[in-house]
């Protein structure tokens, strides 16, 4: 009632005034400043003149031909809106000092800070365009645009009716923004809310509520990624792995060969890898597997750090059928107490702990590994530094069941599954490596990967802003950063030629579980093996 | 709170209540058609549905011979364990349903088939955290799977029993991402319609089978999706259904497989209810 | 030299009458045990197989032989005399000559010091005469044992020697095998030892890797492997090897079996390895050995080639008794000179013995070395008897039992001396570095509760499975015949397993404690049937209650031999008699309670049952391998 009015008559002088304000903006005033500042915003023709005028319709693609284009046109939900978007336009970029500068300048250039509901609702929705989603110093800086002490109730009557409503609603989106984008409160949160609204307003109740369901459910996750993620290609794989393998005796093993470095510029050598996992109890059980039967490469299955795909593959083997595993227990196997005991009496009902289901028949998984843009050839290669371990597969047929689908789209996407082939020593892979790699360029992604820090395209500038793409779209210039489905993960690592890494044909270098080698993260070998190479030196019998 | 009459398609009016939240920061407001309970899109044919409620009738009568549920009583008393779920055959998919944010205008996409083996439930798609332009929604990104409320005779709601036990045991492989199961429980009120009992699933991802025990004294109540503050222990006696929802914010591909869920007495697990509450502030 | 004579006087031919058997109970006394005239003496044929069932075993029925163990096993008068005209000579060498201190220091036993326990005879106590040893029963062997362990290093040396390196020859060895190596193994020329385990098998006969294959010549066994802590290792010169042969089996099929081998150093390709440096016993030789291509030759096989693992086990089984009377006579040492110290020693004006703690420390070591004693004892008379019985699961226990009592009662007894006690001044410390090996080797104790468990359940689960399987079909009958059983014997508690009473056969001071016995063995008995038929043949991954079953078996044995001394002891009148009595009683009523606590553990739904928690601990620490908990200064927010 009162409040509405309040903002409405002050906020279209107040806000050319502070559009005026910010440094870097251009001279040319949005075309919100069309409407004169005497008329009342919130009558039904004006509205919809400004929606006219202002706003686009959207997901038209030929109004968003590049960025600048729309910023310029004013597209925006507010006056502030384009006031972050100009702050951020500037020589500086979009980073948290020009975010502070304009929140700082509100602040400033008005003690009654009117708008100030609208603003915050702006800045809320610029923030991940900045980038500062996870920033708290941030979302306090935004509090504190409140007026201090204003808000509080100060008789029963205004503590019955929800006191200033508008305020505590949108210190309220403030707090989810924070909520959803996993942010702890702190003291320093609760001071500067209980100073604008007093100790018992909703906003207070949800920093309660949020202080404690967070601790509850901080450690509920049994297989914690960190957070960040490393950014060194191997650290990510061996996490990957380690967390899949479900076996603290597992190691991780690096394979690589010398001769397999691909010069990528004149004074630097990318050298590939293939980061593999196999345990004890794999090793001992593959030793057991029939020789005559055959094993498969099965891939690339996909597994999620968070918010970041890895693709793995399997080296598994056929269904063992179900009567096989049961072995009568010698009865001459321990020298001091019968392990079965000839009695005719089962197990009661209820001591019966186990579910009386049958196990899903699947073959025994022997090693796995994680190798960026594998085709058949890269996994060949793995399974000769498997042989190392375990010679018993220079004997056994190995059968590679590849699967084509994108590997950023659900598998529901495509309806068949790759097709098996089986390796034979002459015959050359289908996929041609060399292809795949054609569409990348290097540079661009090495950009991506090491600015942020987090493997996300920033292009998502939130829900204000009309996204050029739909989300099809968007998958697809995904792809386009990470050409052919490898992740950023692909294991390089940068070499001076002086100095080649590994002269013999295979050496290994085994990584334990936490050590964290330190190579460069460079990523941007197009691709890795080299098709010719890979024929001549396989040796896998069929 | 609005109270709304709604006609269905058909020549039925029923009575819809949707109670509208005063909250302005509601995350999504979805219409929905009220879908007629009484009668499907079908013709009706009287008979048919007489002679099948029948036989669910004679059915449920000789199962009270053998025992409480249609299981010997000594069976009852002293089982440790019971599979609720097993996914057999393509019947078993039936029990089930799949529901994706497409309600609400999102783009995420997700199915249900049986796996590889023929043994497993698998359940696949893909999220897009990209919400809604309609203005009011403001997250977006989940898919769901439920269970169908199993009906008796004559359209008797049925329910399962879940007293006895105390440990919920899920046998699944995801894919590294995490998911939340929920609990359906029977309601007096309408009021309480949309709360769910939820706890979290963190998958391991990876070819090898994981084992998911969760306490029933560990799901918080929600309702509507948002954690409400008056929590309380899950009444077992009359469960309607158990679902599980892929929401983790992060647009991509997933993969949820499950060979079965069940339900098992953990002797060593005592607590009643995990989450203490506290007396309002003076 | 003396002890020479003694033997030889002994093997006089007309003494057979170390068979005899008095019964005393002021009533009648009869005569359970005819002298007999054959002259077993010498020779004990020991069979492999059992005979009859004798005492444990039955207890798990909730049964009580009581024929078996009352009165309690004595010896003759002549024997007495014999034995204790053995045991002075032994006694005054180690008093005299042994510095313990010195072998532990050392870690060696001087060679002449080995030389003159051969001469004492003590290398072939159980050896029968005509093959050069003593021939001593198992009751004498026990008492010479209680000399011997003066010193634990020459002890294990010995027992290493005789209880298991030449048992085998002993047991299943031809006669020509015997005739060959006895005796000069009984004189201490040679020294045996037993070699079984290996660094990949302890207890698991199905790992062993050392292997023997036929040579072309079809005369020799070319023995390969590696051999690891093998007790007089380094200078032993006759081995009892245990390797893997391929054998045919019944299908004509060949397979791997294990077969038992005498092996000589002189053969070759024997080499062993830098003496282990231990923590205890450290004068006893433990190192490893190598077999690189030995030759032996067939002859050497003892048994049958495959037939190794049953001979193992047989070796195994016998030799644990003695261990009772070692740790009994330890005990005694330690009670005496720690009751000397506490005795002169004042603080605040008082004598450390007149405080409350350390009196029970006494009463503790005092109880203990009772109850020692008496089940050794039991079991070594038990094991005289003509038949050759099978007592394995007795011996077994008596091993639990005091390997565990005696660490208790060194660390007591160190403990009474305070920090004197630790220093190296003092032998507390030696000694409980000895006691440390106690129960782990010879069967760790673990490993020896599930073997008297699963006896004991096997030998009763035959005579009850029927029971139980009427109880789960839900006869009526049946049922309500149970439950009206259980609904008196909660009320009304009349156990009359006729150990007191008219016909008894206890001494009237001992009635209260042979009515708890009862009790205990009554409800133990239940117990078993109980757990039958929840877990039936499962329950041999049910360690936990296993376990309880085990404990509450050995403490039913104890009670027994506790009571069956003592009611002997007052009726005949030996001195101290009310000493006795009251350490049986005490420690009877003790032990009563303990059982009825392992006994409500056993329950399913009882509050004290913890076994689900605690495997549920185990589970979660041992899937991460550390400790789960955050420090306690850790913080979320």
Redesign the interface.
């Known amino acids: 009632m009162g409040s509405f009015q309040w903002i409405s008559r002050s906020l279209i002088p107040r806000a050319s005034a502070f559009l005026a304000s910010v440094p870097s903006l251009s001279g040319s005033f949005p075309r919100l400043v069309h409407i004169t500042p005497t008329a009342n915003l919130w009558q039904k023709d004006d509205v919809k003149k400004a929606v006219a005028m202002t706003h686009k319709l ?2 038209k693609r030929e109004d968003a031909k590049s960025k600048e284009d729309s910023e310029d046109n004013g597209a925006a939900l507010s006056v502030y809106d384009m006031a972050f978007r100009r702050a951020g336009s500037g020589p500086r970029g979009r980073t948290k000092s020009t975010f502070s500068q304009v929140v700082d300048s509100f602040c400033e250039q008005d003690i009654r800070r009117h708008g100030h509901v609208e603003f915050i609702y702006a800045a809320l929705r610029c923030i991940p365009m900045f980038g500062l989603k996870r920033d708290l110093s941030v979302y306090h800086s935004l509090l504190k645009v409140f007026p201090k002490e204003v808000f509080v109730p100060v008789n029963f009557i205004q503590r019955m009716f929800n006191h200033y409503a508008r305020q505590q ?1 949108c210190a ?2 403030v707090l ?1 923004q924070m909520e ?1 984008n996993g942010v702890w409160p702190t003291r320093e949160t609760k001071d500067i809310l209980v100073q604008v609204f007093g ?2 307003c909703h906003p207070i109740k949800k920093l309660h ?1 949020i202080l ?2 967070f601790p ?2 901080r450690h ?4 914690p990624v960190p957070d960040p993620l490393p950014t060194d290609p191997l650290a990510v794989s061996s996490l ?1 792995l380690n ?4 076996d603290l005796d597992a190691r991780v093993t690096i394979y690589q060969s010398g001769s397999d470095a691909i010069d990528v510029n004149e004074d630097k050598q990318v050298v590939p890898h293939i980061v593999g996992i196999q345990s004890p109890d794999q090793r001992e059980e593959l030793s057991r597997h029939d020789v005559n039967k055959p094993l498969y490469v099965d891939g690339p ?7 970041t ?1 890895i693709a ?1 593959y ?1 080296l ?1 083997g056929d269904v063992i059928p179900a009567d096989r595993k049961n072995e009568h227990v010698d009865p001459e196997r321990s020298l001091y107490y019968p392990l079965e005991l000839d009695l005719d009496l089962e197990r ?11 196990d ?3 073959g025994p ?1 022997f090693a ?1 590994c994680v190798a960026g843009d594998a085709d058949q050839a890269t996994l060949a290669r793995w399974i000769t530094g498997l042989q190392e371990d375990n010679p018993v597969l220079t004997q056994m047929p190995i059968i590679f069941r590849m699967t084509e689908h994108d590997f ?5 996407s495509d309806g068949e599954m790759g097709q098996e082939q089986q390796l034979a020593s002459d015959q050359e892979p289908e996929h041609d490596s060399k292809q795949r790699g054609s569409t990348y360029s290097g540079e661009a992604r090495a950009k991506t990967c090491s600015e942020s820090g987090e493997y996300q395209l920033d292009s998502q500038d939130g ?1 204000a802003e009309f ?1 050029k793409f739909s ?1 099809r779209e ?2 697809r210039e995904r792809a386009k950063v990470w050409p052919n489905h490898t992740s950023p993960f692909m294991v390089t690592r940068v070499v001076p030629p002086e100095d080649p890494i590994c002269p013999t044909l295979l050496a290994r270098v085994a990584c334990s579980t936490s050590s964290n080698r330190d190579c460069s993260s460079s990523t941007s070998s197009p691709s890795l093996f080299d098709v010719q190479h890979q024929v001549e030196e396989l040796k896998i019998a069929l | 709170m609005l109270l709304r009459f709604v006609t269905c398609s058909c020549r039925h009016a029923c009575l819809g209540v949707s109670w509208m939240r005063s909250s ?2 509601r995350t999504a407001i979805h219409t929905q058609k009220v879908a007629c309970r009484t009668f499907s899109n079908r013709t009706f044919r009287p008979m048919k549905a007489l002679s099948a409620n029948m036989a669910l009738l004679k059915e449920e009568a000789m199962d009270k011979l053998l025992g409480p549920d249609g299981i010997p009583l ?2 009852y008393l ?4 019971n ?1 609720i779920w ?1 996914f057999d055959d393509e019947n078993s998919l039936k029990k089930w349903e799949v529901s994706t944010d497409k309600e609400i205008g999102g ?1 995420s ?1 997700a ?1 249900i088939s049986l ?1 590889k ?1 023929g ?2 439930l698998l359940f ?3 999220l ?1 955290t ?2 809604a ?1 309609d203005g009011k929604v ?2 977006s990104g989940y898919s769901t799977l439920r269970s169908k409320r199993v009906k008796g005779s004559f359209g008797k709601s049925k329910h399962y029993d879940w007293s006895p036990f105390n440990v919920l ?1 899920l ?1 699944v492989r995801g ?4 998911l939340m199961v929920f609990i359906i429980v029977e309601n007096f009120f309408s009021l309480h319609d949309d709360d769910l009992y939820n706890y ?1 699933i ?8 994981q084992d998911v025990k969760i306490p029933f004294s560990k799901f918080f109540l929600s309702s509507r999706g948002r ?1 409400q ?1 008056a929590q309380s222990a899950m009444w077992l006696d009359k469960v309607n259904g158990l679902g599980i929802t892929m929401g983790d ?7 949820f497989e499950i ?2 869920i ?1 339900i ?5 697990h005592s607590e009643h209810f995990a ?1 203490e509450l ?1 007396g309002k ?1 003076k | 030299m003396l002890a020479r004579r003694a033997a030889s006087l002994l093997v006089g031919g007309t003494r057979s009458s170390r068979r005899s058997f008095w019964c005393v109970t002021g009533h009648v006394p009869c005569w359970l045990y005819p002298a007999t005239d054959h002259s077993l003496s010498c020779s004990r044929l020991l069979r492999t197989g059992s005979v009859s069932t004798i005492y444990a075993k039955d207890l798990f029925q909730g049964e009580l032989n009581k024929e078996e163990v009352f009165p309690f096993p004595e010896i003759s008068n002549d024997e007495l005399d014999e034995l204790n005209q053995l045991v002075a000579p032994v006694e005054k060498f180690f008093n005299e000559e042994v510095d313990s201190a010195n072998i532990d220091a050392e870690a060696k036993i001087p060679r002449e010091l080995l030389q003159r326990l051969g001469e004492l005879g003590l290398f072939g106590m159980q050896v029968p005469v005509e093959y050069g040893g003593l021939g001593l029963s198992n009751t004498m062997y026990a008492r010479l044992g209680e000399c011997i362990s003066m010193d634990a290093s020459i002890s294990v040396t010995l027992a290493a020697h005789q209880a298991i390196g030449l048992k085998g020859i002993l047991i299943a060895g031809t006669e020509e095998q015997k005739q060959k190596y006895l005796p000069k193994l009984s004189s201490g020329e040679q020294i045996a030892a037993f070699c079984l385990t290996e660094p990949g098998s302890g207890s698991d006969a199905a790992s062993i890797k050392t292997g023997a294959t036929l040579s072309e010549d079809g005369k020799n066994f070319l023995l390969n492997g590696t051999k690891v802590w093998i007790s007089n290792g380094g200078i032993a010169d006759v081995f009892t090897v245990f390797a893997r042969t391929t054998v045919p089996d019944a299908q004509g099929q060949s397979t791997d079996k294990i077969t038992a081998f005498i092996v000589e150093r002189a053969f070759g390709g024997i080499t062993s390895g830098k003496p282990e440096d231990k923590m205890g016993i450290r004068g006893s030789n433990t190192c490893e050995v190598n077999f690189e291509n030995t030759p032996v030759p067939v002859e050497n096989v003892i048994g049958n080639v495959g037939g190794g693992f049953k001979i193992a086990m047989n070796i195994l089984n016998t030799g644990r008794f003695s261990m009772g009377s070692l740790c009994a006579a330890m005990i005694r040492r330690l009670i005496a000179m720690s009751a000397e110290y506490a005795c002169t020693r004042k603080q605040f004006n008082k004598r450390l013995g007149d405080f409350g703690m350390i009196q029970e420390k006494f009463a503790v070591m005092a109880m203990q070395a009772y109850v020692m004693e008496s089940m050794a004892y039991l079991t070594a008379g038990m094991l005289d008897r003509p038949g050759m019985p099978d007592c394995s699961v007795e011996a077994a226990m008596v091993k639990v039992f005091s390997s565990e009592g005696a660490w208790v009662c060194v660390s007591e007894a160190l403990q009474v001396l305070g920090g004197l006690g630790f220093m190296k001044t003092y032998p507390y410390e030696r000694y409980l570095r000895d006691a440390r090996i106690l129960s782990i080797f010879e069967g760790t104790n673990e490993i020896l509760r599930m073997f008297i468990a699963l006896q004991g359940v096997q030998h009763s689960g035959k005579i009850m499975t029927n029971r139980v399987k009427e109880m789960k079909r ?1 006869d009526v009958a049946l049922v309500f015949g149970t439950l009206f059983k259980k609904m008196k014997d909660s009320v009304v508690s009349t156990v009359d397993l006729g150990l007191t009473g008219k016909d008894g056969v206890t001494h009237p001071s001992l009635e209260n404690s042979a009515k708890k016995l009862e009790e205990n063995v009554y409800n133990f008995g239940n117990a078993v049937y109980i757990v039958l038929h929840r877990f039936g043949k499962t329950i041999v991954d049910e360690q936990l209650v296993l376990k309880r079953l085990a404990d509450v078996a050995t403490n039913c044995f104890a009670m027994t031999a506790v009571v069956s001394r003592a009611s002997r002891a007052i009726s005949i009148g030996l001195r101290n008699h009310d000493h006795e009595v009251l350490l049986a009683n005490t420690f009877c009523s003790q032990i009563y309670f303990k059982n009825n606590y392992l006994m409500s553990e056993l329950q399913k739904h009882a509050p004290e049952n913890m076994d ?2 605690i ?2 601990i185990a589970f979660d620490v041992l899937n991460q391998r550390q400790y789960l908990c955050s420090s306690p200064l850790e913080r979320t927010f």
């Open positions: 959207p997901g609603e309220l989106a989810e959803h100790n018992k509520r404690y369901w509850k459910f509920a996750n049994p297989f990957a967390r899949i393998a479900n299955e996909r597994v999620w750090l968070r918010d795909p793995y399997i598994r009661d009902l209820g001591d019966d702990l186990s579910f009386h289901v049958e899903v028949p699947e998984v796995m950023l789209e659900s598998e529901q829900y996204d989300g968007w998958r | 302005p920061w000594d069976i002293l089982r440790q364990t599979v097993k783009k996409e199915s796996g083996s043994r497993t696949q798609g893909s897009n990209e919400p332009r403001r997250y045991h046998r894919d590294g991402r995490p979290f963190y998958t391991r991802g990876g070819p090898y089978w954690i503050d914010q992060v647009s991509g591909p997933f993969k060979d079965f069940g098992a007495i953990d002797p060593a989450y506290y502030a | 839900g689900a928690n495997q549920k």
